[in-house]
């Protein structure tokens, strides 16, 4: 299975302030089509967590531009633009690229 | 709208084997895979496996072949997830959910069932 890891493992905030979230695949994560099936999930403290972003920069609906996804290859980024109190809780991201899936390990987002 | 229901919670003995629903309602059961992830207290999530629920066929990680079968019910729209040999780092929050990565806005998630495997 493919690993992924993630930093930091917390990540202390101030509000409006921007946070950076790096994600490491022990692969390749670009898929025979062409494509790069990186996500990445959020998970709010009680609960179950939602897709922000698909194919390593697509937001979902919804998802405030704020959030941002960027990367190539093995190497990923998710960035909070400027973070709010709403923001806080875990981020991971997940390849669905590979005959199995993996998350990574997560990211606790917490104001400062 | 796309939901998937599950139980609240489970408590099991060491040893023994787990079955846990996910009912669905809401979209054409056969259309979408149903994937399986797990979290463990104060751990982060772990995909499990998933199933297509057009054909049946299965996909597990490597941790829990041999030991994880997933299957369908199609006239009920319902999920099975069953693992054997319980241990007691088994407990964990399970998750049912729907996502594809090709798909937009194709992300949904049961509740949880919290399990407890203790004797």
């Known amino acids: 299975d493919v690993v992924m890891t993630q930093s930091p493992l917390s990540l202390p905030v101030t509000l409006g302030q921007p946070a950076s979230i790096s994600c490491r695949s022990s692969?390749?994560?670009?898929?025979?089509?062409?494509?790069?099936?990186l996500n990445w999930f959020q998970q709010r403290p009680g609960q179950s967590p939602r897709r922000l972003i698909y194919?390593?920069?697509n937001r979902e609906s919804g998802v405030p531009d704020r959030f941002s996804g960027s990367g190539s290859g093995t190497d990923f980024t998710l960035k909070i633009s400027r973070v709010e109190a709403e923001d806080v809780g875990v981020y991971y991201c997940m390849q669905s690229t590979h005959w199995t899936n993996t998350f990574g390990g997560g990211t606790k987002v917490e104001i400062k | 709208q796309v939901q998937l229901v599950q139980p609240g919670s489970e408590v099991e003995q060491p040893g023994a084997s787990l079955t846990i629903p996910c009912r669905t309602s809401g979209y054409d059961f056969p259309s979408y895979g149903i994937d399986w992830a797990r979290q463990a207290p104060g751990q982060g999530l772990e995909w499990m496996g998933w199933i297509s629920a057009y054909s049946g066929d299965t996909k597990y990680a490597q941790k829990f072949q041999g030991r994880l079968t997933l299957t369908t019910d199609t006239p009920t729209r319902t999920a099975y997830m069953e693992l054997r040999s319980l241990r007691s780092d088994d407990t964990a929050i399970y998750y049912c959910?729907?996502?594809?990565?090709?798909?937009?806005?194709?992300?949904?998630w049961g509740q949880g069932t919290q399990v407890t495997v203790s004797s």
């Open positions: 692969q390749s994560l670009v898929h025979s089509d062409g494509n790069t099936y």
């Open positions: 194919k390593v920069s």
């Open positions: 959910l729907i996502t594809d990565g090709r798909v937009p806005g194709l992300d949904f």
